[in-house]
């Protein structure tokens, strides 16, 4: 049995409370790059979701150390916000394995 | 294997035709097994493009819903119910096999709950909290789902990944050069039994 995390920005975090899911405030990216670490090495943790975008400021090394750990499975939740372009992450796993660019389009 | 370390034997040409019918098979059963992982792996790209979509609009409704909660309850109300909030929905994991590459299953329990269930009191709290829970709960759901997906994904491409490469080894490094080194020892050989036929040649001449 394991535990869900939601690690997101305080406005949402009531919400996932409500869901009666473990919640990590954090207050922006900034906080995230510190708190995603050490939540890697919790081993009661199952499923960690993140805010996209604070997905997209952790360094290469983090993130290559996230793609290839199996529990906790970390998963960015796509928040719908102008200016978070850039390459998703499932998208840039694709381009790695298969040496095509997929765009996931819907 | 560089060419210097062949001895031209006849035994070691009979070494390396086996070894080069071995890696030939080997490269074609992993060749199939490179592409029977692409197979699946759309299939399941599929799937991701839907659950990714489906916890977009999610995201979005729980985000609504969030907002008119704030607004109706305000923030302090939002927050007094959502620390209230006991039951805390549990995740198992398990797992399946995919042509032998184990992807998990997720399992979750008690993510949708009832009214009563839910631990804030039912009279001080509006309706609008209610829906709000049930919309993050639906995002909690969508979240899970799109996590085991994910995760399968992510699993089958890295093992397309390794496979792709043992093809690519085997056909662009090893096979190319246990054939080369084949050629070399059969040049060697006949090379040898001409310069042995010479040999006798003069010999025969030399004595008759």
Do not use: C, W
């Not at chain 1, 975090?13 to 899911?21: H, K």
């Amino acid at each position: 049995m394991y535990k869900f995390t939601v690690v997101t920005d305080p406005d949402t975090a009531a919400g996932f409370r409500l869901a009666g899911v473990e919640v990590i405030e954090v207050d922006g990216p900034e906080g995230a790059r510190k708190i995603i670490p050490d939540l890697l090495f919790r081993d009661d943790t199952g499923i960690i979701a993140v805010n996209e975008d604070y997905m997209q400021v952790l360094d290469d090394k983090l993130m290559s150390k996230i793609e290839k750990t199996y529990r906790p499975i970390i998963i960015p939740i796509p928040i719908q916000k102008r200016g978070v372009g850039g390459v998703s992450y499932v998208e840039r796993l694709l381009r790695r394995a298969i040496g095509y660019n997929i765009v996931l389009r819907r | 294997m560089a060419l210097k370390d062949v001895k031209p034997t006849r035994s070691e040409l009979i070494a390396l035709k086996k070894r080069i019918a071995l890696s030939e098979r080997g490269y074609k059963i992993l060749k199939m097994k490179r592409d029977g992982l692409i197979i699946e792996f759309f299939k399941i790209l599929e799937q991701a493009k839907d659950s990714r979509g489906m916890l977009g609009e999610r995201y979005k409704k729980a985000q609504e819903m969030m907002a008119v909660a704030n607004t109706v309850e305000g923030a302090i109300g939002v927050k007094t119910a959502a620390f209230s909030v006991q039951e805390v929905p549990d995740i198992s994991l398990s797992s399946k096999n995919i042509m032998g590459v184990v992807v998990p299953e997720i399992e979750a329990s008690k993510v949708k709950k009832g009214l009563i269930d839910r631990g804030y009191g039912l009279l001080g709290t509006t309706s609008v909290i209610d829906e709000t829970a049930s919309a993050f709960e639906d995002l909690v759901e969508a979240i899970i789902e799109s996590a085991e997906i994910e995760s399968t994904m992510k699993k089958l491409l890295d093992e397309i990944e390794s496979t792709k490469r043992r093809v690519n080894a085997l056909e662009f490094k090893v096979i190319p050069e246990l054939t080369e080194a084949r050629d070399f020892i059969k040049m060697r050989l006949d090379e040898m039994e001409r310069d042995e036929l010479s040999r006798l040649k003069k010999i025969k001449a030399h004595s008759g």
